[in-house]
């Protein structure tokens, strides 16, 4: 069902001029994706909804929103997405072991337009009802979706469970060079409303998540890339002093994603993802900062055919980097 909403997602993505598609023959009432993860907390379960697509449609390098649909999705559907994860997806063991959930719609969870407050606040029932042992529940969103009254009634939700759980907001900060980010990239973020963010957040007693990604442009060198991410280290170890905010980092090496000028640019040859030891440097910049750091390597499948950036001769690192986010252990770093 195309309404207005959609038109200007599609022109949006063309004006970026990008060319994926987008999945308008998924079943409307299963998730556009899952996966399990380890923290700090322990076992993680990321959950994408699919719903209607990113309304901002204009990050360079992103194609996430080929995962979802250009479509308005409604509430009884996500509702039945909902159900299909408690009832089909999670077996009782994990029901009972899974610490953290982090919920996505390839956009912002937060957006109404896209994905039902009704909906959301069924899926924060059924994971009272389902999984008592809920440390955090972490919801993507873009900044400008954030309504503190709405954020109120979710973390009266999620306190109701057996569980306290915290709330977590995640946000895409990309990288921490306003040129960079806003310029290039086009994120349209400002630290202005970052801050805002921070402070409304701190006031509740709210987590804070920033992903942000590692040589996220064309023409980046890898050490202006480590570069960008440790003066991001610092910048966010300010916010958290001055809001005594607890803030992770989410640092993804950046692929060149399919339908997306960033694969043009894998293709002329300006753009190369990092190597994973320029991801194990970019990490150690966080040692003795109040920042924690998660290192995804997973590229959801939508990077260009054959090269992402985990390349052959890579498992050492990879184990690495994963018992880092278990354990936030510098020391693996050496």
Same mark, same amino acid.
């Given at each position: 069902?195309?309404? @207005? ?8 993505? =063309?004006?970026?001029? @990008?060319?994926?598609?987008? @999945?308008?023959?998924?079943? #409307?009432?299963? *998730? ?19 719903? !209607? ?6 990050? /360079?390098?992103?194609?996430? *929103?080929?995962?979802?649909? %250009? ?11 909902? $159900? ?18 982090? /919920? ?27 999984? #008592? ?11 400008e979706y954030v309504?503190?009254?709405? %954020? ?6 999620? +306190? ?7 709330? =977590?907001?995640? &946000? ?30 701190? +006031? ?9 990604? /590692?040589? *996220?442009? *064309? ?28 803030? $992770?980092?989410?640092?993804?090496p950046t692929y ?19 190597? /994973? !030891?320029?991801?194990? @440097? ?14 995804? %390597?997973?590229?959801?499948?939508l990077a260009v #055919? ?11 690192? &990879? ?12 020391? %693996?770093? !050496?």
């Amino acid at each position: 069902m195309e309404n @207005k909403l959609s038109k200007i997602i599609q022109k949006r993505t =063309e004006d970026s001029q @990008k060319t994926y598609s987008f @999945k308008e023959d998924h079943n #409307p009432r299963m *998730p556009a994706d899952y996966w399990f993860q380890t923290s700090t907390e322990g076992p993680v379960l990321f959950l994408v909804f699919f719903t !209607q697509a990113c309304r901002w449609a204009k990050c /360079l390098g992103c194609n996430l *929103p080929s995962k979802v649909t %250009l479509s308005h999705i409604g509430f009884r559907d996500i509702m039945k997405q909902t $159900n299909f994860i408690f009832m089909n997806l999670l077996s009782d063991r994990q029901k009972m072991n899974l610490r953290k959930i982090i /919920l996505s719609n390839n956009g912002s969870v937060l957006d109404e337009e896209t994905l039902s407050t009704t909906a959301l606040l069924y899926f924060i029932a059924r994971m009272n009802m389902d999984c #008592p042992n809920i440390k955090v529940l972490t919801i993507e969103t873009r900044p400008e979706y954030v309504d503190p009254a709405e %954020l109120e009634t979710i973390y009266r939700a999620i +306190r109701e469970g057996e569980t306290p759980t915290d709330l =977590e907001i995640a &946000i895409g900060f990309e990288a921490f060079d306003e040129k960079i980010r806003n310029e290039h990239f086009k994120k349209g973020l400002t630290l202005e409303v970052f801050e805002k963010l921070a402070e409304m957040l701190s +006031r509740y007693k709210y987590r804070l998540k920033t992903y942000f990604m /590692l040589k *996220p442009v *064309p023409g980046l060198s890898e050490d202006d890339a480590i570069a960008d991410i440790a003066a991001g280290i610092r910048y966010l170890d300010s916010i958290s002093a001055k809001y005594n905010l607890d803030i $992770n980092m989410h640092l993804n090496p950046t692929y060149a994603a399919i339908g997306t000028p960033l694969a043009d640019a894998f293709h002329n040859g300006t753009f190369v993802p990092p190597t /994973l !030891q320029s991801v194990k @440097k970019a990490i150690a910049a966080a040692e003795g900062t109040r920042i924690s750091i998660f290192a995804g %390597l997973n590229d959801e499948d939508l990077a260009v #055919p054959g090269r992402s950036f985990i390349r052959p001769g890579d498992e050492g690192l &990879i184990d690495v980097i994963e018992q880092f986010n278990r354990t936030q252990d510098f020391t %693996l770093l !050496q």
